[in-house]
């Protein structure tokens, strides 16, 4: 039931983006730029990168790690903590 559930909310409500190389190349120049003085590891550098790929540069990083947040603003993006 949990599965199929699952499997109609990916069809239907969600945009599946599938991984590319410039994804995965830009995750590698992240965690290179930041993974050693501010924490960024892989998942983190793959959603940022993600975001930077295929977002607009007016988009909003809205994200709840704040060791995340405090990258993706380095980085010169606006972000959205919520509460």
């Known amino acids: 039931m949990l599965i199929t ?3 109609h ?3 239907n409500r969600y945009e599946v983006i599938r991984f590319f190389s ?3 190349n ?5 965690i290179k730029k930041y993974g050693k003085e501010y924490s960024l ?3 983190d550098s793959l959603q940022f990168a ?4 295929y977002c607009e540069d007016d988009d909003i ?3 709840a790690d704040t060791r995340l947040v405090r ?7 606006t972000t959205l903590v919520p509460e």
């Open 50 to 53: 993600f975001f930077k790929t």
């Open 26 to 30: 830009e995750a590698c120049n992240l």
């Open 22 to 24: 410039l994804v995965i």
């Open 5 to 7: 559930k699952f499997q």
């Open 9 to 11: 909310d990916v069809n």
């Open 71 to 77: 990258v993706v603003e380095l980085e010169g993006i």
């Open 41 to 43: 590891r892989t998942l």
């Open 61 to 63: 990083f809205v994200c």
